[in-house]
Antibody, heavy 121, light 106 residues
Framework: EVQLVESGGGLVQPGGSLRLSCAASGFSFNVYWMHWVRQIPGKGLVWVSRVSPDGTSTRRYVDSVKGRFTISRDNARNTLNLQMDSLRAEDTALYYC?????????????WGQGTLVTVSS | DIQMTQSPSTLSASVGDRITITCRASQNINRWLAWYQQKPGKLPKLLIQVASILQNGVPSRFSGSGSGTEFTLTISSLQPDDFATYYCQQYDTEGTFGQGTKVEIK
């Protein structure tokens, strides 16, 4: 059974940093593209970032987080990370760790339960 | 960036109704479009990819069509389990979701 378990969310002041992690199990982590998607509770979905299976060849971000967020993965530990710096109020959301595909198509078939990030003074 | 626009934002319907949700892309995305269903407090569920290919286990009352910039999701006979919010998502370039269509009980 595919499992994705996020951690690391919390309350942080504007300008602060957080590091989200996602522990993956139940599938061959090192052949799947992995993503972060966020959702303000009660609102819509926003794709945030993706990383290639090897962790180095491709990292992409939505424009609103470019230069502030960094996605990474550790295939030896089946872990996906999102380093979030210079946080803003508008980054407040539930952040989902999401499995993509082996082909690179940005579609999502398994989601973690999410970790809540609140940016507020 | 590719923008996705869904209509309507809210749709009121009854059990047994045939409903259609429209999704428009700001530029040509060929058939690189997916549809998701999300119920309150639950995770999104992938229903359709490549505009019209149903995921395993998705009831046949769901169908998708379209290409280029205009797409539709149709539920042929709405069931109680179908009241939810539906999102389209393009994956021609990265991934952009529409704003969602809430299907509510009339």
């Amino acid at each position: 059974e595919v499992q994705l378990v996020e951690s690391g969310g919390g309350l942080v002041q504007p300008g602060g940093s957080l590091r989200l992690s996602c522990a993956a199990s139940g599938f061959s982590f090192n052949v799947y593209w992995m993503h972060w998607v966020r959702q303000i509770p009660g609102k819509g979905l926003v794709w945030v970032s993706r990383v290639s299976p090897d962790g180095t060849s491709t990292r992409r971000y939505v424009d609103s987080v470019k230069g502030r967020f960094t996605i990474s993965r550790d295939n030896a530990r089946n872990t996906l990370n999102l380093q979030m710096d210079s946080l803003r109020a508008e980054d407040t959301a539930l952040y989902y760790c999401v499995r993509g595909t082996t082909s690179g198509a940005t579609i999502f078939d398994h989601w973690g339960q999410g970790t809540l990030v609140t940016v507020s003074s | 960036d590719i923008q996705m626009t869904q209509s309507p934002s809210t749709l009121s319907a009854s059990v047994g109704d045939r409903i259609t949700i429209t999704c428009r892309a700001s530029q040509n995305i060929n058939r690189w479009l997916a549809w998701y269903q999300q119920k309150p407090g639950k995770l999104p569920k992938l229903l359709i990819q490549v505009a019209s290919i149903l995921q395993n286990g998705v009831p046949s009352r769901f169908s998708g069509s379209g290409s280029g910039t205009e797409f539709t999701l149709t539920i042929s006979s709405l069931q109680p389990d179908d009241f939810a919010t539906y999102y389209c998502q393009q994956y021609d370039t990265e991934g952009t979701f529409g704003q969602g269509t809430k299907v509510e009980i009339k």
